[in-house]
C-alpha cells in the first residue's frame, strides 16, 4: 500500500508535464526564417539560389513581384529562406543555409509583401522532378523542384550546393512533440495499472 502515494505523486507530474508540453505547443506560435545580418553577399546569394532552385516560391522577388524592393540581397534571401523553410513543413535544418538564415519569432511582412508562416500558406505544394546539368561543379544529375507556380526555379539558377541539415530551427517543436505523447503513454500506463 505505500507505493500508492508514490504513483500518485508519478502522476501528478506527469500530467503537469504534459500540461506544460501543450502550453509550450500553443505558445511557440508561428516563425519565419531569415537572412542573417552578419552573413556575406556571396554566402546570401549562393543560398537564395538555393532556395529559388529547390522549391522555394521566389516569384514574389521577380521585378514585378510584391516583394522585389527593397531589391537588396538581404530582403530577397529572407523571403526565400522563409519560402523554402515553411514549403519544407520547418523541418529541422530547412533553415541553415550554412549559417546564413536564422529563426524569427516576428514577421518580417512588409507593405504587400507577406512572408508566409505556414506549409499552407507557403503557395502550393512542391513537385520534383531529375534535372541534368552540365556544370562541372555539381554531379551529372541532380534533384531538384519545380515551384508549383510553374516557375523556372530561381533568380540564377544553376548553383544548387548541399547544404547541412545541422540547424536546430524546430528543436522546440520536436522537444514538444516528443514529450507530450510519451507524458500520455505514462500517464494510461500509471492509471491502468492493477494495483
Same mark, same amino acid.
Given at each position: 500500500?505505500?507505493?500508492?502515494?508514490?504513483?500518485?505523486?508519478?502522476?501528478?507530474?506527469?500530467?503537469?508535464?504534459?500540461?506544460?508540453?501543450?502550453?509550450?505547443?500553443?505558445?511557440?506560435?508561428?516563425?519565419?526564417?531569415?537572412?542573417?545580418?552578419d552573413a556575406s553577399n556571396q554566402a546570401l546569394q549562393t543560398a537564395l539560389d538555393y532556395a529559388c532552385g529547390s522549391g522555394a516560391d521566389c516569384t514574389p522577388l521577380q521585378s514585378n513581384g510584391l516583394c522585389f524592393l527593397p531589391n537588396t540581397i538581404q530582403a530577397h534571401a529572407s523571403y526565400a529562406?522563409?519560402?523554402?523553410?515553411?514549403?519544407?513543413?520547418?523541418?529541422?535544418?530547412?533553415?541553415?543555409?550554412?549559417?546564413?538564415? @536564422?529563426?524569427?519569432? $516576428?514577421?518580417?511582412?512588409?507593405?504587400?509583401?507577406?512572408?508566409? %508562416?505556414?506549409?499552407? /500558406?507557403? !503557395?502550393? +505544394?512542391?513537385?520534383?522532378?531529375?534535372?541534368?546539368?552540365?556544370?562541372? @561543379?555539381?554531379?551529372? $544529375?541532380?534533384?531538384?523542384?519545380?515551384?508549383?507556380?510553374?516557375? %523556372?526555379?530561381?533568380? /540564377?539558377? !544553376?548553383? +544548387?550546393?548541399?547544404?547541412?541539415?545541422?540547424?536546430?530551427?524546430?528543436?522546440?517543436?520536436?522537444?514538444?512533440?516528443?514529450?507530450?505523447?510519451?507524458?500520455?503513454?505514462?500517464?494510461?500506463?500509471?492509471?491502468?495499472?492493477?494495483?
Amino acid at each position: 500500500m505505500a507505493a500508492q502515494p508514490q504513483n500518485q505523486v508519478l502522476l501528478l507530474l506527469l500530467v503537469i508535464t504534459t500540461i506544460i508540453s501543450m502550453v509550450v505547443v500553443v505558445v511557440e506560435g508561428a516563425s519565419w526564417c531569415v537572412a542573417r545580418s552578419d552573413a556575406s553577399n556571396q554566402a546570401l546569394q549562393t543560398a537564395l539560389d538555393y532556395a529559388c532552385g529547390s522549391g522555394a516560391d521566389c516569384t514574389p522577388l521577380q521585378s514585378n513581384g510584391l516583394c522585389f524592393l527593397p531589391n537588396t540581397i538581404q530582403a530577397h534571401a529572407s523571403y526565400a529562406f522563409n519560402s523554402y523553410f515553411q514549403r519544407k513543413a520547418m523541418a529541422p535544418g530547412s533553415c541553415d543555409f550554412s549559417a546564413a538564415a @536564422t529563426i524569427a519569432q $516576428t514577421d518580417p511582412s512588409y507593405g504587400s509583401c507577406v512572408y508566409p %508562416s505556414s506549409v499552407s /500558406t507557403a !503557395g502550393g +505544394t512542391i513537385t520534383p522532378t531529375t534535372q541534368t546539368s552540365n556544370n562541372p @561543379t555539381t554531379p551529372t $544529375t541532380t534533384t531538384t523542384t519545380t515551384p508549383a507556380n510553374g516557375g %523556372s526555379g530561381g533568380l /540564377t539558377p !544553376g548553383l +544548387t550546393p548541399p547544404f547541412p541539415d545541422n540547424s536546430k530551427a524546430s528543436l522546440e517543436y520536436m522537444i514538444s512533440s516528443i514529450l507530450v505523447p510519451l507524458s500520455i503513454l505514462l500517464v494510461l500506463t500509471l492509471i491502468f495499472q492493477p494495483m
